[in-house]
């Protein structure tokens, strides 16, 4: 069975990619399994994040890897906080930290205002010095609420409002959040990718 890194070591993201990466077949392994060191996220883009953690984790195991850099992109910060989501409220700071800044970052902005999106680039590399890389890049709209709704999910999720479906990403269940997020739309498009390049 083919063996894949997943470079991350964000434990929502791995749960969401455990349901993801199913239709590979492959066996999926986080790099903390490796003891991988956590690679300094230098890049200003998210695809530049996503190639670092994905080269790091290759390098260190020998073994294809996968990254994912996300993030979320508010229209009123001029797309902040963006590739800097994780540490918005300061390094290592936490999903709560991140959530309260946010909050307070729009404090008094109208409804009308306060469209987001979720960015989720993955980068998939063979090896470390892979020439070809595959890279995804899918987002997903929505809306900053004003206080946060819902227990699932991980991140800005209970902040994060689907006018659609009348709830926040951590009310929806999880296979609907596989189904229609950033991650669940790139994933299903990296498995598609990574199926067309199989060898036949
Ligand atoms: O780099 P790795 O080790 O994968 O873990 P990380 O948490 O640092 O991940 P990123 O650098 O890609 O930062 C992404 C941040 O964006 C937020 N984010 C991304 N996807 C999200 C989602 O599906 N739901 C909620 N928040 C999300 C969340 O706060 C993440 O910490
Ligand atoms: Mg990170």
């Not at 979320?72 to 709560?96: C, K, M, T």
């Not at 960015?119 to 090896?127: M, Q, S």
Request: proline fraction near 6%; include cysteine.
């Amino acid at each position: 069975m083919s063996r894949l890194i997943l470079a991350s070591g964000n434990a929502g993201k791995l749960k969401e990619f455990s349901e993801l990466l199913q239709p590979l077949g492959w066996q999926v392994e986080a790099q903390s399994s490796y003891q991988v060191e956590e690679a300094e996220e230098t890049g200003l883009t998210f695809v530049e994040n996503a190639l670092i953690k994905a080269r790091n984790a290759a390098q260190a195991t020998g073994l294809p890897a996968l990254a994912d850099d996300s993030g979320i992109e508010v229209d009123a910060l001029q797309g902040a906080p963006g590739i800097y989501s994780a540490r918005f409220a300061g390094p290592g700071s936490s999903d709560a930290e991140n959530n309260t800044k946010l909050l307070n970052s729009l404090k008094g902005l109208p409804e009308a205002e306060r469209s987001a999106r979720y960015w989720c680039v993955l980068a998939f590399l063979r090896f470390a010095e892979d020439p070809t890389p595959i890279i995804i890049q899918a987002s997903w709209e929505g809306r900053v609420l004003t206080e946060p709704r819902g227990e699932g999910g991980f991140g800005y999720d209970p902040l994060f409002w689907l006018p659609d479906l009348g709830k926040t990403a951590a009310e929806l269940p999880k296979q609907e959040k596989n189904r229609v997020s950033h991650r669940g739309r790139a994933s299903q498009l990296l498995v598609e990718a990574l199926q067309a390049h199989a060898p036949k």
